[in-house]
Antibody, heavy 114, light 108 residues
Framework: EVQLVESGGGLVQPGRSLRLSCAASGFTFGDYAMTWYRQAPGKGLEWIGVTRRGTTEYAASVKGRFAISSDESKSIAYLQVSSLETEDTAMYYC?????????WGQGTLVTVSS | EIVLTQSPGTLSLSPGERATLSCRASQVVGSSFLAWYQQKPGQAPRLLIYGASSRATGIPDRFSGSGSGTDFTLTISRLESEDFAVYYCQQYGSSPRTFGQGTKVEVK
């Protein structure tokens, strides 16, 4: 069974950093790109970026502050979020693939507040 | 960036009725790389349709997608109680990937 489990979210002060994790199981991790999205409370979905075979691509809104990486040996994708702003408060999701996504994690909530 | 505009914003219907949701793109979506997702409160999105018209695994055949170019439609032929949710279209033909703002299908 394919599973994606995010972790690492929480309450953080503005300007601080967090590393979010997405642990994958039930498929060959290295065969797939992994994409990160976020959804602010009551809002729609926003693409953050994608990692595939060591390359990454980012949305303009987060480029330079967010970094995506992965550890194929552990089947984990990471999202390093830095210089956090209150506007970064959202549920963060990982999803399998780079186009359409048949599997999503349950999300991890990041709340940026002083 | 391709902007996706969904209409209507809210659709008020009764179980058993037909729902027609629209997604219009600001530019041509290459190769019909358009997906539809359903999202319920507190849950992650669920893939319904990819490639504009291909149903994802396990999706009932009351869900169908159509369209090409800049105009796409999701049709739910007969609404079941579990279908009341928010629906998003997403284009994955170019970067950045973008979503529509969503259509809420609510019980009339």
């Amino acid at each position: 069974e394919v599973q994606l489990v995010e972790s690492g979210g929480g309450l953080v002060q503005p300007g601080r950093s967090l590393r979010l994790s997405c642990a994958a199981s039930g498929f060959t991790f290295g065969d797939y790109a992994m994409t990160w999205y976020r959804q602010a409370p009551g809002k729609g979905l926003e693409w953050i970026g994608v990692t595939r075979r060591g390359t990454t691509e980012y949305a303009a809104s987060v480029k330079g502050r967010f970094a995506i990486s992965s550890d194929e040996s552990k089947s984990i994708a990471y999202l390093q979020v830095s210089s956090l702003e209150t506007e970064d408060t959202a549920m963060y999701y990982c999803a399998r693939g780079s186009g359409w996504h048949d599997y999503w994690g349950q999300g991890t909530l990041v709340t940026v507040s002083s | 960036e391709i902007v996706l505009t969904q209409s209507p914003g809210t659709l008020s219907l009764s179980p058993g009725e037909r729902a027609t949701l629209s997604c219009r793109a600001s530019q041509v979506v290459g190769s019909s790389f358009l997906a539809w997702y359903q999202q319920k409160p507190g849950q992650a999105p669920r893939l319904l349709i990819y490639g504009a018209s291909s149903r994802a695994t396990g999706i009932p055949d009351r869900f169908s997608g159509s369209g090409s170019g800049t105009d796409f439609t999701l049709t739910i032929s007969r609404l079941e109680s579990e279908d009341f949710a928010v629906y998003y279209c997403q284009q994955y033909g170019s970067s950045p990937r973008t979503f529509g703002q969503g259509t809420k299908v609510e019980v009339k």
